[in-house]
């Protein structure tokens, strides 16, 4: 069984569940694509870390999801990574 099927059977039997995974679903869609873009462009936590003056503790703990960054720090994470940030507020549909 995956994680996406294991979230599905998990919200069927907790409604509430669902309302705070769909809160908490921005911050892993950001640290999956941290993820992905480090390991494509084929670096480690600590050369990720050097890149952007910063400690490899820290990225572990941002790739977890133990911390959450600011804006600053994803502006910096994004250049370490060679890519551009974009954040966009949406309107939710009525």
């Given at each position: 069984m995956n994680w996406k099927?294991?979230?599905?059977?998990?919200?069927?039997?907790?409604?509430?569940?669902?309302?705070?995974?769909?809160?908490?679903?921005?911050?892993?869609?950001?640290?999956?694509?941290?993820?992905?873009?480090?390991?494509?462009?084929?670096?480690?936590?600590?050369?990720?870390?050097?890149?952007?003056?910063?400690?490899?503790?820290n990225i572990a703990r941002?790739?977890?999801?133990?911390?959450?960054?600011?804006?600053?720090?994803l502006v910096k994470i994004?250049?370490?990574?060679?890519?551009?940030?974009?954040?966009?507020?949406?309107?939710?549909?009525?």
């Amino acid at each position: 069984m995956n994680w996406k099927e294991a979230k599905e059977i998990l919200i069927k039997n907790d409604p509430l569940l669902k309302d705070e995974l769909d809160k908490l679903e921005p911050k892993y869609q950001v640290i999956r694509q941290i993820i992905e873009l480090r390991i494509n462009r084929k670096l480690t936590q600590k050369q990720l870390a050097e890149k952007i003056h910063d400690k490899q503790s820290n990225i572990a703990r941002l790739e977890n999801g133990n911390i959450n960054p600011s804006i600053e720090k994803l502006v910096k994470i994004a250049e370490g990574l060679n890519a551009d940030l974009e954040i966009k507020i949406t309107p939710r549909s009525a």
